[in-house]
């Protein structure tokens, strides 16, 4: 629907942004002027004590100096309601008592129709709650009542009761004046295929409403009482107002939650809903009884980026959630994603929440698995991979199921992770047994020129199985690295100054190294003791685990304390080795992905010269950079004027002999 030019600013002229904030925030008195329109409070979009959230009412914007969220009235009704943008045009025009442009004709008739059948479904709405108290109805409420619904929770969900009559609801409504068709229209009751008068749909069920993202009743799901019942569920069906595919259970107060920081958890059924928003997970929706359909998955998508499917803990919860990732796959996109949490055997969400509480179903929730962790789970579950066809045969349903994912980078990304997943499972649980794998094949040394034997590699020593460095994988290397540059600088205090950029460069994932290097940086440059202005900064426990680690000990600079030229070739050395190897790991990184997306040749040759720095780098150690030498007789002699010496020398020798 377009809007006529000058609507939004008469809206805007009509509504006082002050007045629409002002329901969700609390104003600081001391920084706010009213008079002025200068309002001050705690911005609503991110958590804060002080009141850096400013609302200019004269000119109708507001900003956040600390989440820098800014916009009109319109977009504070988006965000914080969570709704599209007609809606919050709907929202404030209602408020501000303007009149919504006019449709054409076939349209508004349409709409006045529609209109017609939410009323008739809201006065079903209060029928049904009223059955909920009659004595009819007893063992409906007993029923609640086992199921841990107290009188406060029936009526924040309307629970209801359709009565065991053939026109209950049909009498009721018609004796209001509503006409026959449109309580037909509504879905509440059918017509007989031989013709007679209209019979209800419900019977003998609890009833819930079923609410679209505006908040009106489109339709109902009725529980039935009867164990002998065709259907324990049934819904409504398709009507001018209600299409199950593209409806969600408790879907406006869900977006709400979300919006205000809550997770969007879509369960199976209405009391798993209930369960959870009223153990405190608002965010909670359900799709209707059915497998969850392209349609439902773009309403999720639209109240989250990535909801969390919280399925029953039994087969057949396991067989939708394995549908569902079929369903999904065309529709991944960046910023579009879906998480599994798969509750205990035999448990819903109902369950669980009553049997352990909320914490273990937040716990749960904390702990769901990717989608691309079920992808693998459901193509190696029980499958045994010991011979190349069937490897192959995995390797072709995986490409062909990624291959649904039309956005490349992510498609790229699925496509790296499930690399490592069989790498996992291919190499690095060789001899496991639970893949049906054969033992690796273990390299060795051939013997006795070309018709010799392979002899069985040589068992490695077990000091050498535990070496760090054996053990070790790139970031360990770098955590080395790290510890002999911080335990030389604080050996030798007089090389701070001059290195104190490597500092400022190095990340120190480790928490120990990351205080020392933090202490570092706020140490006075010529101070004597800098073991002892750490300590005094840090606590001594971190500095003695680093110097009393066996890389730390060995090391010349730190066994030789004070010797200023070997502290700095040390230091310049695992400098260098340390911006070589990380710009190394950086550009793999980086190339992995490239590759995955089929980049060019320019990939090959940035990733062969960030070896060759690499390598240059590593083998620095090994050539003759010290700027002295050490003389037999103990002096230390300076490499350049030794060298400039003995060419003088050469040279007076030649001379002499000429």
């Not at 009509?14 to 706010?32: A, E, F, P, Q, T």
């Not at 969900?157 to 209950?168: C, H, M, T, V």
Request: with cysteine; net charge negative; aromatic share 6%.
């Amino acid at each position: 629907m377009s809007l006529p030019p000058g609507f939004l600013d008469e809206l805007r002229n009509r509504v006082s942004l002050s007045h629409v904030v002002g329901r969700k925030v609390m104003w600081d008195s001391r920084k706010s002027n009213q008079a002025k329109g200068d309002m001050w409070a705690p911005c609503p979009f991110h958590q804060e004590k002080s009141a850096s959230f400013h609302v200019d009412d004269r000119k109708g914007f507001y900003y956040c100096f600390g989440c820098h969220a800014k916009g009109d009235a319109i977009s504070f009704i988006r965000e914080t309601e969570n709704v599209e943008f007609m809606e919050a045009v709907e929202i404030l025009a209602r408020e501000a008592g303007l009149q919504m442009p006019a449709r054409d004709p076939q349209a508004a008739k349409k709409a006045d129709r529609r209109s017609q059948l939410v009323e008739v479904m809201e006065e079903a709405v209060k029928y049904y709650r009223l059955q909920l108290r009659t004595g009819a109805a007893s063992e409906a409420r007993a029923y609640l009542d086992r199921r841990g619904l107290d009188l406060a929770g029936q009526d924040r969900f309307e629970i209801g009761y359709a009565p065991d009559d053939r026109q209950g609801v049909f009498r009721h409504l018609t004796g209001k004046g509503i006409a026959a068709d449109l309580v037909v229209a509504a879905g509440l009751c059918a017509e007989p295929e031989g013709g007679g008068a209209p019979y209800d749909r419900f019977r003998g069920r609890i009833m819930f409403p079923i609410r679209d993202g505006r908040g009106r009743c489109i339709a109902f799901g009725g529980r039935s009482m009867d164990p002998n019942a065709r259907a324990k569920y049934l819904n409504s069906p398709e009507t001018e107002l209600f299409d199950k595919g593209h409806s969600l259970y408790n879907h406006a107060p869900a977006r709400e939650a979300v919006g205000k920081g809550q997770p969007l958890i879509v369960a199976e059924g209405y009391m798993d809903v209930i369960a959870l928003s009223l153990a405190g997970f608002g965010g909670a929706v359900a799709p209707l009884g059915t497998a969850i359909t392209p349609g439902q998955l773009e309403l999720m998508w639209r109240i989250s980026p990535e909801p969390v499917i919280a399925l029953d803990g039994d087969k057949a919860g396991l067989r939708a959630a394995y549908r569902l990732i079929d369903v999904a796959l065309p529709l991944l996109e960046t910023g579009r994603a879906l998480r599994f949490c798969l509750m205990p055997e035999g448990q819903d969400p109902d369950d669980l929440i009553k049997a352990k509480g909320a914490g273990a179903m937040k716990e749960l929730l904390d702990g769901a698995m990717p989608l691309v962790s079920l992808l693998w789970q459901r193509a190696t579950e029980g499958q045994v991979f010991d011979s190349p066809e069937r490897k192959a045969m995995l390797d072709k349903r995986l490409r062909d199921e990624i291959g649904q994912i039309k956005d490349p980078s992510l498609k790229g990304h699925y496509g790296e992770e499930v690399k490592e997943l069989r790498w996992t499972l291919f190499r690095g649980n060789r001899g496991g047994g639970n893949q049906g794998a054969r033992p690796a094949f273990q390299p060795g040394a051939r013997t006795g020129g070309r018709g010799g034997r392979w002899q069985p590699a040589p068992v490695p020593l077990a000091s050498t199985k535990l070496s760090p460095l054996v053990a070790g994988d790139e970031d360990f290397q770098v955590f080395l690295r790290e510890g002999i540059i911080l335990a030389t600088l604080i050996a030798n205090p007089g090389t701070l100054e001059r290195f104190a950029y490597i500092l400022e460069r190095m990340e120190c994932r480790n928490h120990d190294l990351r205080c020392i290097r933090d202490a570092l940086l706020d140490c006075e440059t010529d101070c004597a003791d800098l073991r002892a202005e750490v300590a005094g900064r840090i606590g001594h426990e971190a500095l003695e685990n680093l110097f009393a680690q066996r890389h730390i000990t060995i090391c010349p600079s730190v066994r030789q304390a004070g010797d200023q030229d070997i502290a700095v070739m040390t230091l310049a050395e695992e400098a260098a080795k340390l911006t070589a190897q990380r710009g190394l790991m950086a550009e793999i990184d980086e190339a992995s992905e490239e590759l995955s997306m089929e980049a060019g040749e320019s990939v090959t040759w940035r990733l062969g010269q960030a070896a060759l720095t690499f390598d240059r780098a590593t083998r620095a150690q090994q050539e003759d950079t010290a700027e002295y030498e050490t003389a037999p007789n103990g002096v230390r002699i300076n490499r350049d004027e030794k060298d400039a010496f003995a060419d003088l020398l050469a040279r007076l020798t030649k001379t002499g002999k000429d």
